[in-house]
């Protein structure tokens, strides 16, 4: 049976470093985050929680407390389960039991970055937790040296978490409405998708539609593209950074994002004006 309870001893930050290089394999220091900065960062309302299988550590989930607009948040850095424990709503959990203790710190926002061509990490993120999505922030960790991410640039969403919020409670409770699921053809595509061998690609982009309502597809297998493609990964990271670009610098916001286990891609729904929190 997993577990979740806080961390707070040398020898646990030490198992979090550890899972931290099998997880992303940094090569480096500066891509990790290191025992001075949890226990400097703990003392001061940092969140730190481990996800055990027994005695195992299989995931974590790590915060701090940051201002927004005159107000205190938290910001999420790294989210991270083993890779045997992933299917297993191991992520979610952590997110949740995170979303708890910030709550009773009298905290309701929680930000944290995201790349928008991962379709299982957006899938939880906007439609399992809830956030929204209204930043696009181009190469924000510079070229990453973790074989993770291959070298590539690391733009990243912004996700908005706001966690006493009503579209919040729905996500958590199973009852968000259908959104970018049940866009359908109602929504038109911001960009076109074909089949090139093995991979997709972005066929073409239109990026005059003005609709208040806006679909754009993503691969499904984009971190498998990025190890064994790289020039098809740096395609559709190029394709993507001038699409959410563009929109979200009009006032579209990502609100929703439809993907199945095992479906080829994956559909963001993004809507003209302010987010509904």
């Given at each position: 049976?997993?577990?979740?309870?806080?961390?707070?001893?040398i020898?646990e930050?030490?198992?979090v470093?550890?899972?931290e290089?099998?997880?992303w394999g940094?090569?480096?220091?500066e891509d990790?985050?290191?025992?001075?900065?949890?226990v400097?960062?703990?003392?001061?309302g940092?969140?730190?929680?481990?996800?055990?299988?027994?005695?195992?550590l299989?995931?974590?989930?790590?915060?701090f407390?940051?201002v927004?607009?005159?107000r205190?948040?938290?910001?999420s850095?790294?989210?991270g389960?083993?890779p045997?424990?992933?299917t297993s709503g191991?992520?979610?959990a952590?997110?949740l039991e995170?979303?708890r203790?910030?709550l009773?710190?009298g905290?309701?926002?929680?930000?944290?970055?995201?790349?928008?061509?991962?379709a299982?990490?957006?899938?939880?993120?906007?439609r399992?937790?809830?956030a929204v999505?209204?930043?696009?922030v181009v190469?924000?960790?510079g070229?990453?040296?973790?074989?993770?991410?291959k070298g590539a640039?690391?733009?990243?969403?912004i996700a908005q978490?706001?966690?006493r919020?009503?579209?919040?409670?729905?996500?958590l409770s199973?009852?968000?409405?259908?959104?970018?699921?049940a866009?359908g053809r109602?929504?038109?595509l911001?960009?076109q998708v074909?089949r090139?061998?093995?991979w997709?690609a972005?066929?073409?982009?239109?990026?005059?539609?003005?609709?208040?309502?806006?679909?754009?597809?993503?691969p499904?297998r984009f971190?498998?593209?990025?190890v064994?493609?790289?020039d098809a990964?740096?395609?559709?990271?190029?394709?993507s950074?001038?699409?959410?670009?563009?929109?979200?610098?009009?006032?579209?916001r990502?609100v929703?994002?439809?993907?199945?286990?095992?479906?080829?891609w994956?559909?963001y729904?993004?809507?003209?004006g302010p987010a509904?929190?």
């Open positions: 049976m997993t577990t979740i309870r806080p961390l707070h001893t020898a930050f030490r198992e470093i550890a899972l290089q099998e997880i940094a090569a480096v220091p990790a985050v290191g025992i001075p900065l949890f400097a960062t703990l003392k001061r940092a969140i730190l929680l481990g996800a055990c299988d027994g005695a195992q299989v995931g974590f989930v790590y915060s407390p940051g927004k607009d005159g205190p948040m938290q910001w850095h790294m989210l389960v083993r045997a424990f992933r191991i992520g979610r952590l997110k995170q979303r203790v910030s009773a710190m905290i309701d926002l929680m930000e944290w970055t995201f790349d928008p061509l991962v299982v990490n957006a899938h939880l993120n906007l399992r937790l809830g999505a209204g930043d696009y190469n924000v960790y070229e990453s040296t973790s074989p993770l991410h640039p690391t733009d990243r969403f978490w706001w966690m919020s009503p579209r919040v409670e729905a996500a199973g009852a968000l409405a259908p959104g970018a699921a866009a109602d929504v038109p911001v960009n074909e090139r061998g093995e997709l972005c066929a073409g982009v239109d990026l005059d539609r003005r609709e208040p309502r806006l679909a754009v597809t993503i499904a971190t498998e593209m990025l064994r493609q790289p990964a740096h395609a559709w990271r190029m394709a950074r001038e699409i959410f670009s563009t929109c979200l610098s009009r006032g579209y990502v929703d994002f439809a993907f199945a286990p095992g479906a080829e994956g559909t729904l993004l809507e003209a509904s929190t």
